[in-house]
């Protein structure tokens, strides 16, 4: 089968390997579509922390099941599925309190684990949800980022605040699909700070407000939640200083592990600060619901019309680079 690997930053190439055994416990799945992400990207460039090349990316995919060994799964053959990327330790106390999106030693397909940009990947049956029959296989690829959406929104209602407005840094996937779920689902007026032009056009035709620093958004001294989406110091620093600050910031970026937080600044202003990580395998489902709902066409509004082949890789990656035609480029696998 073909698995497309970066080799070194900014290369891919297509090998041709043999397809993964079947085991107890796992499925065969065959790849229809995969989304590219900006953790990807960071591989691609060879700027991850963690995940260096030679690496077979991949992880918000969709696919049919070719192979099944558990037959206690409620799946079967021929079902189409998405895939959820995150595996649990299932032994720390994280994972033994149902939350393996914390796990100490969690393990993410397309870093820790092989790819989606494959042929064929063989997937733990724990780890496949069963599309609804209203969502097709391009529209699943969203199911991942939009779980990353459904958890951090969940983590917001958890606090009582007053704000009728958010404002959200970066224009990226995430931001796009948290910006359109609050618009949506909690009528919160949205505003966004971005400065890459391409972003920002796409933000605007989609009906927000965009702008390049805090101090110039007419939020006419009112208290907002806030959605850090970028991992950069400087703007999270400003969002945490301004007055008035606002009353609940979530922080989704990540940032490098040597920085630190405005401790004073923040009690100052008594803002509360939550950190989202990732999902849990119930945000996807929660994201399937979504993405077979009438809502989903609001979603799709940020897939690039063009839809590559994996042989197309590198361009697929350099596209998402760009983000000149949307934020969510896809590769058609098979």
């Not at 690496?55 to 959820?84: C, F, M, R, Y």
């Not at 870093?111 to 940009?117: A, E, K, S, T, V």
Request: proline content about 5%.
């Amino acid at each position: 089968m073909r698995k497309a690997v970066i080799v070194e930053p900014y290369r891919f190439e297509i090998h041709e390997v043999a397809s993964p055994d079947l085991q107890e416990g796992f499925a065969i799945v065959q790849v229809a579509y995969c989304g590219v992400c900006g953790s990807e990207l960071h591989v691609y460039e060879g700027k991850h922390p963690k995940c260096k090349p030679p690496a077979n990316p991949g992880h918000e995919a969709v696919g049919v099941i070719q192979q099944l060994a558990s037959k206690t799964s409620g799946l079967k053959v021929g079902d189409k599925v998405a895939i959820v990327p995150l595996v649990g330790c299932q032994e720390c106390e994280y994972c033994k309190l149902g939350y393996p999106n914390l796990c100490k030693d969690r393990k993410v397909v397309g870093f820790q684990l092989p790819g989606c940009l494959a042929d064929e990947v063989a997937i733990p049956v724990n780890n496949l949800i069963k599309l609804p029959e209203n969502c097709h296989l391009i529209e699943g690829t969203l199911l991942e980022p939009m779980a990353v959406v459904v958890h951090c929104v969940e983590l917001l209602d958890r606090v009582s605040h007053s704000a009728k407005s958010a404002v959200i840094t970066g224009a990226g996937t995430i931001g796009i699909l948290i910006g359109l779920f609050l618009k949506e689902t909690k009528g919160l007026k949205v505003y966004f700070l971005e400065i890459n032009p391409h972003r920002k056009k796409l933000a605007e035709g989609l009906g927000f407000g965009v702008y390049g620093k805090i101090e110039e958004i007419p939020l006419h001294g009112e208290r907002t939640v806030a959605f850090e989406c970028t991992g950069n110091k400087m703007v999270l620093d400003s969002l945490v200083t301004y007055d008035p600050a606002p009353e609940v910031l979530i922080i989704l970026g990540t940032f490098e592990k040597s920085l630190g937080l405005n401790i004073f600044e923040m009690c100052k202003r008594e803002t509360f600060i939550i950190g989202s990580q990732m999902y849990t395998k119930q945000d996807l489902e929660k994201a399937a619901e979504i993405m077979a709902s009438p809502l989903k066409d609001k979603f799709k509004s940020i897939l690039v019309e063009r839809i590559y082949s994996l042989e197309e890789s590198k361009e697929a990656f350099e596209e998402a680079l760009g983000s000149k035609n949307g934020t969510k480029v896809l590769i058609k696998v098979n």
